[in-house]
Nanobody, 118 residues
Framework: QVQLVESGGGLVQAGGSLRLSCTASKSIFRLNAMGWFRQAPGNQRDLVARITKGGITNYADSVKGRFTISRDNAHNTVLLQMNSLKPEDTAVYYC????????????WGQGTQVTVSS
């Protein structure tokens, strides 16, 4: 069962923008922090941005000032607005959530490809 569904990846030129969206299924009926990681080929999966249920955010230094994370608690959705994209932002982006579906755990989306051309 897919519990986090992502959308919004794609190909964009450097300097462009993309918005990623991730919605948690109702099977995760309590959500705490949500956020985004990314993984480029040959690299580890790194945190991009995170937002608590109360709206406190933190970002990787490499995206501060360019990316904005937000969430809609009523719709169990987290968004990542990515502006001024650079080729080094190219990666598979994964949504995650700390949540409860009968057990507390960390849930992951299937990943969405973001490619930034120079």
């Amino acid at each position: 069962q897919v519990q986090l569904v992502e959308s919004g990846g794609g190909l964009v030129q450097a300097g462009g923008s993309l918005r990623l969206s991730c919605t948690a299924s109702k099977s995760i009926f309590r959500l705490n922090a949500m956020g985004w990681f990314r993984q480029a080929p040959g690299n580890q999966r790194d945190l991009v941005a995170r937002i608590t249920k109360g709206g406190i955010t933190n970002y990787a230094d490499s995206v501060k000032g360019r990316f904005t994370i937000s969430r809609d608690n009523a719709h169990n959705t987290v968004l990542l607005q990515m502006n001024s994209l650079k080729p080094e932002d190219t990666a598979v982006y994964y949504c995650y959530a700390d949540g409860f579906d009968g057990n507390w755990g960390q849930f992951w989306g299937q990943g969405t490809q973001v490619t930034v051309s120079s």
